[in-house]
């Protein structure tokens, strides 16, 4: 009775194990869909990125505030300025901002701190690099 009781609590425990993971799966499916939701409504693409989603997310949507601002041709000035500057106070110095519609790029960044994205016709390089106090001695 005692090994039929044993093999019983294994085998909950199997199918609580199996339950979690499925769960897991489930909420990974749930926010890819969301993921590609928000990049469909901002009409992004991603070419590359070393960020977390949640700070890709600002980057688009503070990009499609400022295209939105103005309407006609994009401002790529104001654009890689307004990501610059927000991207500074939010998540620290040294942010910088590539964006227009033809440019080559080789850049050294931070982990993390990297995404290479279309909006619309525009191109939008962002990345962090380290700042390392100067040692005036």
């Known amino acids: 009775m005692r090994e039929r009781e044993r093999n019983m609590e294994g085998v909950e425990m199997e199918l609580e194990r199996r339950s ?3 769960n897991s799966l489930i909420q990974q499916k749930k926010k890819a869909k969301e993921q590609q ?16 989603l949640p700070v890709q997310n600002r980057a688009f949507s503070l990009s499609r505030e400022v295209l939105n601002a103005t309407p006609g041709k994009a401002d790529n000035k104001r654009l890689a300025l307004a990501l610059k500057k927000d991207f500074d106070s939010a998540y620290g110095p040294a942010w910088h901002c590539i964006v227009g519609t033809s440019f ?14 279309q909006i619309d016709k525009v191109y939008v390089l962002l990345f962090k690099t380290a700042v390392e106090p100067l040692d005036h001695q």
């Open 20 to 22: 979690k993971f499925l």
């Open 37 to 52: 939701d928000l990049k469909d409504e901002f009409n992004v693409r991603v070419r590359a990125s070393d960020m977390p």
């Open 104 to 117: 080559g790029s080789y850049v050294t960044h931070s982990i993390g701190g990297f995404i290479y994205f």
